[in-house]
């Protein structure tokens, strides 16, 4: 079934997501969110869009094999609001941008190579929004970028 999206304040829907996270997580993980005092409405399914970003700080997490700091923001446009989750761990090649959101490509031991692709598919086809690598290098991290439209109404 197509999932149903509602008229939402991605900065609590955002803040929910960010809190569950930082409370189950190591103190080891610093955590950093920057967000518009204002309200920014989009169309979203809130249970996804949360698994979503707990996907991404998860991944984050990983690659900084459980110390550093994951940093969550969200700017604005005039016509889309961009979440850009953060890590500070190894980083992902440049030639490997694109691949990381393929089905069954992981880096990892373990797993499936399927929360990236799960998560584009959920952005792209769902809440027909984008997501992308925003930019990543060895020792700095990587900050992956979410693009959804703003609501209007």
Not at 12 to 40: C, G, H, M, N
Request: charged letters at 25%.
């Amino acid at each position: 079934s197509t999932p149903k999206l509602m008229k939402s304040d991605l900065v609590v829907e955002t803040k929910e997501a960010f809190d569950y996270l930082q409370r189950r997580s190591s103190k080891l993980i610093e955590f950093k969110l920057d967000v518009p005092e204002d309200i920014v409405y989009v169309r979203l399914n809130a249970p996804l869009f949360s698994w979503t970003i707990e996907n991404l700080v998860k991944n984050g997490i990983d690659a900084m094999k459980g110390k550093g700091t994951i940093s969550i923001a969200i700017e604005t446009n005039s016509k889309n609001a961009l979440i850009y989750v953060s890590d500070t761990g190894k980083g992902i090649p440049k030639q490997n941008f694109k691949k990381i959101f393929t089905p069954g490509y992981t880096s990892k031991k373990r797993g499936w190579g399927l929360g990236l692709s799960l998560a584009r598919r959920i952005i792209n086809e769902y809440h027909n929004g984008k997501i992308r690598v925003f930019k990543s290098s060895p020792d700095n991290g990587t900050t992956i970028e979410i693009a959804l439209r703003i609501d209007k109404f």
